[in-house]
C-alpha cells in the first residue's frame, strides 16, 4: 500500500503562482506514476499533470501551459507548480498514484484562487 500527503494548498489572487506538494510512503513509491487531479464542485476529477517513474510527463489540456511537474524519488515526493491562476482553476486536488492495477489517492488540498 502506499499513502499519500498532499500540502501546499491555500487561497491566492488571479494570477499568482502556487505549489503544491505530495510525499508517498509505504510499498515502493517509486514504482508508481505519481499525479494530481482536480475537482471542483459540480464536475468530473480531472487530470492535472503526472509523472512516470524515469520522468515521463503528461498534463491536462485544461492547465499544460501553466503548470509543471516534477518529483523527487528520493524524498518519494512530487511536486506541482501552477502559474498565472484562474478563477477556474478553484478545486480540491488530490495526489494519485498509480502502478498496474493499483492506484491510491490522497485526502485532498483545497486552492481557492478568488480575488
Known amino acids: 500500500q502506499v499513502q499519500l500527503a498532499e500540502s501546499g494548498g491555500g487561497l491566492v489572487q488571479p494570477g499568482e503562482s502556487l505549489r503544491l506538494s505530495c510525499v508517498a510512503s509505504?510499498?515502493?513509491?517509486?514504482?508508481?506514476?505519481l499525479g494530481w487531479y482536480r475537482q471542483a464542485p459540480g464536475n468530473q476529477r480531472e487530470l492535472v499533470a503526472k509523472i512516470n517513474p524515469v520522468g515521463g510527463r503528461e498534463y491536462g489540456d485544461a492547465v499544460k501551459d501553466r503548470v509543471t511537474i516534477s518529483r523527487d524519488n528520493n524524498q518519494n515526493t512530487v511536486h506541482l507548480r501552477m502559474n498565472s491562476l484562474e478563477l477556474g482553476d478553484t478545486a480540491t486536488y488530490y495526489c494519485h498514484a498509480k502502478f498496474d492495477r493499483q492506484e491510491y489517492w490522497g485526502q485532498g488540498t483545497q486552492v481557492t484562487v478568488s480575488s
Open positions: 509505504g510499498s515502493y513509491p517509486n514504482v508508481y506514476t
